[in-house]
């Protein structure tokens, strides 16, 4: 199969979904037919130590597939989308220059977007002053200290949800986005807002609306939502008996602080209260897979706003077979794969 097609853009593709969709297995299949290689768009899983909360590919799985930002940072390094399009173009240029097709796979909506529509971060933010960056928002400058100040106390005053509203007066989309108890994502967007007085979100949509220099194919997996639902709280069931409360120990054994990027991610924030003796174990379970649903939930929401997604339903297409079929035809009609 050739796969080098007629067209002066470079092969991208992009394989993407809600979490616990099944976004592995399928990946592979695919890594393995296009002659590509794949690029983990996960902002947990470039963490070395942290492999059950992240439900991280095991090595064997990869079935000699190359994988690309799995296990590169330490768990107390901080990580971000500025980081990630830094280090994914790096890969991208490697697997170019190998002749394969990169694959971007993993859940993290606006990693993806920093990728696929090359986002221009400013140039004064160097790799020490990465903080500014959270993980799904375009990010302000680092000179609104004193507002941000000001907002930290305020919801250590009121609390979440009166901070939440607050957002919500300015900027109801991203409201609508950001869960109230996200109070770093919050607390960004605010200061944006005040920064260059419109609302984030909709510096978020002018982003997507930046032409892609690549010739890419974005398919986003789904189905019922009941059945997802399911997966996801039979996964965590399955994680807790892995020993996810071990490797969080070991975690905090080793260094980690809840208020660490590593330790803000779902599996392992959740848990950390039940460790400190805060809630019981099955409180911090029922915790951990609710917002995990509600994280999906706003996952889905993300992927519906973006243009020129390419659905793939599991409840309509039915095996894996079927679903690579589909996706083989888009990539053929589309001039990423030709004959």
Known sequence: MNTTANN????????????AIGKTEI????????????????SMQVYKHMDIGTAKIKPVEMDGVPHHLIDILDPTEDFNVYLFQKYAKKAMDKIYSNGHIPIIVGGTGFYI?????????????????????????????????????????????????????????????????????NVKRVIRALEFYMENGYPISKH??????????????????????????????????VMIKDGLIDEVKKLIDYGCTPDMVSMQGLGYKEIIPYLNKKCS?????????RDTRHFA???????????????????????IEQQMDFMLKELYERMILSC
């Open 27 to 42: 990946s592979i299949q695919l890594a393995k037919t296009v002659n590509g290689e794949i690029i983990s768009a996960d």
């Open 297 to 319: 939930k706003r996952q889905l929401t993300w992927f519906r706003r973006e243009r020129e997604v390419i659905w793939v339903d599991k409840d309509e297409l039915g095996t």
């Open 204 to 237: 978020n949509a002018e982003q997507r609306e930046k032409d892609s220099p690549y010739n890419y194919a974005y398919f986003v997996l789904n189905q019922d939502r009941s059945v997802l639902y399911d997966r996801i709280e039979k996964r965590i069931d």
């Open 113 to 181: 977007q920093s990728l696929l529509y090359d986002i221009d971060f400013d140039d004064n933010h160097d790799d020490n002053k990465q903080n500014n960056f959270d993980k799904n928002d375009m990010i302000s400058s680092d000179h609104s200290t004193g507002y941000r100040e000001e907002l930290t106390t305020f919801y250590e005053e009121n609390g979440a949800v009166k901070l939440h509203e607050r957002l919500k007066e300015v900027d109801p989309v991203s409201a609508d986005i950001i869960h109230p108890n």
């Open 8 to 19: 002066s853009k470079k092969p991208l593709i992009v394989l993407t979904g809600p979490t």
């Open 281 to 289: 174990l099955d409180e911090a379970v029922y915790i951990l897979k």
